[in-house]
């Protein structure tokens, strides 16, 4: 009986983190999009901001960006991810340095190239770095799953002359501020929620999983304009040598 509470709890959850992230006052009304692109009677809108300098004299620079999902004029869901511009001389060292200091996504997606890539084919020398952050599609509208696979042509589209490489970790919207006692009580829900989500993410994304090591477990990757294949086993401490 307490996982069927469970369940029902973080089903709850998810819908709210779902509805709050496609309500008008979490969309980037006061801006016009980049760009627009009509995909088989759906409607992408990326919405770009400006990069900021995020190091100190190391030229790294990040931005982040919206992307809104539209079908018959309503609104069935946002994206939202980060994208990284790095230098051509960055090395993996200060790339992890200088994520380390904003966020653990960005800690953990440097921890991923250093240990994924060896130096001469590291992505960042072949274009910019994706992070898809966060996704929130509304299910009953997106019938099939049709928008999410529209979506995964898009992301070609939008990065595929720019990037290399776009990383994504599935994980469930419903346990973001799960810790400690919380979310050990609910790790089989977890564990069976994150599978789901890695099965739906390679099926409709196009990524494909990248690490079962600790904290960089359910983390994905996605060649863009050109990356070469991560090593089949992460050096983890690659930065520690």
């Known amino acids: 009986m307490r996982h069927d509470d469970d369940q029902w709890e973080k ?3 998810r819908r709210d983190v779902v509805e709050s992230m496609l309500s008008p006052s979490d969309q980037p ?10 995909i088989a009677g759906y409607d ?28 018959e004029g309503a609104l069935i869901g946002t994206a939202k991810l980060r994208e990284w511009s790095l230098p051509g001389f960055c090395s993996p060292e200060a790339f992890w340095e200088t994520a380390d200091g904003l966020s653990q996504e960005d800690t953990d997606a440097a921890e991923l190239l250093g240990a994924f890539w060896e130096w001469h084919q590291w992505p960042p020398q072949y274009g910019n770095v994706v992070i898809f952050s966060r996704l929130a599609i509304d299910s009953r509208r997106d019938t099939g799953r049709k928008g999410l696979r529209r979506l995964g042509d898009y992301l070609e589209v939008e990065f595929g002359r720019r990037a290399s490489v776009l990383l ?11 810790v400690g006692s919380d979310l050990v009580d609910r790790q089989v829900l977890f564990d069976r929620r994150s599978h789901a989500m890695l099965r739906l993410y390679r099926e409709t994304l196009r990524v494909e999983p990248l690490s079962d090591h600790g904290r960089l477990t359910n983390w994905m990757w996605r060649p863009l304009r050109y990356c070469p294949a991560p090593a089949r086993a992460p050096n983890v401490n690659w930065h520690e040598e």
């Open 168 to 178: 994504l970790k599935a994980f469930p919207l419903e346990f973001e501020h799960a």
């Open 44 to 71: 992408f809108h990326s919405y770009r901001e400006r990069y900021f300098d995020a190091s100190e004299g190391e030229e790294m620079k990040l931005r982040h960006l919206t992307i809104s999902i539209t079908y």
């Open 11 to 13: 089903f709850l959850v």
């Open 29 to 38: 009304s006061s801006r016009r999009p980049a760009r627009i692109v009509h």
